[in-house]
């Protein structure tokens, strides 16, 4: 939300390569995180690389507070955060007790993950209809932005469903099922999955910026709502992509790890046209008044995408005792299919749904 109060809507590409240079950074401690505190974990103890990646939050807090906080970070409005609104407790003191009280649930949270079976669904459905709620607030031509945001904020849960395989059932297909080696070279799995799709992502963030800006100068630029049918298009070519070097391999078992590098070329190029176009829209179609809370609820489609992600995980599953590596990939490879129709399918409903879209969206792009 910080990032987008420091672009006008009205100045839409400004706003969009903004989120994309966001997008690329956080990428780019993404992949140097989950290499450098993945190799010292696996290397040295774990308890180690936790602590390194808790001591480098620190250091970001630290550069926020004193470098950011002091040009673009202050409140709105001062007093409104002295008012008191329970106990005599201040809207500010509010928002920490609130926050520390968070932390505690998220911790009970990983000591009974049952819990998201309750939680997750219902939370995301009530978040969707408070903003459906508080939409009749605004004029007729904010609220159906509202309802564009929303719309594709929904197919965004499906993207990561799809999507954060790379970081959970994918592991262990590249653990069971994947040659690591080229030539005299041995990749580890961990530096793939942890370090490669973020690198990618920021190597090609800059191609993106200028493909757009060139594509923008002569008119052609595909609007928004269109770059997620592209995404699910780039998406179902990844899946598509391991289901072929299954499908070749499938009397070894041993799939090269060249499908793995093109089939995460390709699910980057899927991210650079949903990632950081999601914030965007957020902060677009948002009315000011609440435009972090569409990115809350942005995050929250994220989170349940994630959710359906790890039972989407769960049932590509390798039993237990089965080390063969031929009978395994039979698991993944009917899935990686299913997954790259299902991709294609998305995409079709979403083309089919465009002129909607872009009616309710008016003038952003």
Known sequence: ??????????????????????????NLGGALGGLICGYVGQTINWHYGF?????????????????INKIYGTPPDNNKLKEKVFLNISYEWSIYIGSLIAIAFVTLLFYHTHIMDFVMLPLTLISFLYILYISFRFSKQE??????????????????AFYEQSGGSMNLFVLQNVNLNVGNMHFSCLSINNFLPSFFLFALTPLALKTWNGLHKINKEPRSELKFVIAFLFLGSY???????????????????????????????????????SFSLSSKLSPLSIASTMMGVMYL???????????????????????????????????????????????????????????CMQEIR
Do not use: H, Q
């Open 51 to 67: 602590g390194l990646a808790g001591l480098f939050m620190i250091c970001g807090l630290i550069n926020f507070i004193f470098g």
């Open 143 to 160: 609220r159906r932005k509202l309802f564009a945001a929303l719309t594709l904020l929904l197919f965004t849960s499906f993207f990561w």
């Open 239 to 277: 899946f598509l992509t391991l289901w072929i070097g299954c499908y070749l391999y499938r009397a070894s078992g041993m799939v090269p790890v060249a499908f793995l590098f093109i089939g995460y070329l390709l699910m980057e190029f899927a991210e650079l046209n949903l990632g950081p176009v």
């Open 301 to 359: 489609s994220v989170s349940l995408g994630e959710y359906f992600s790890g039972k989407l995980g769960a049932a590509m599953a390798v039993p237990a005792g089965i080390i063969n590596p031929v009978k395994s990939l039979t698991y993944y490879n009917s899935i990686f299919l299913r997954i790259a129709a299902g991709c294609l399918i998305i995409a079709v409903i979403l083309l089919s749904l465009n002129r909607l879209i872009k009616k």
């Open 1 to 26: 939300a910080l990032v987008g109060s420091l672009y006008s809507n009205k100045d839409t590409r400004r706003k969009d390569a903004g989120f994309s240079i966001f997008y690329m950074l956080f």
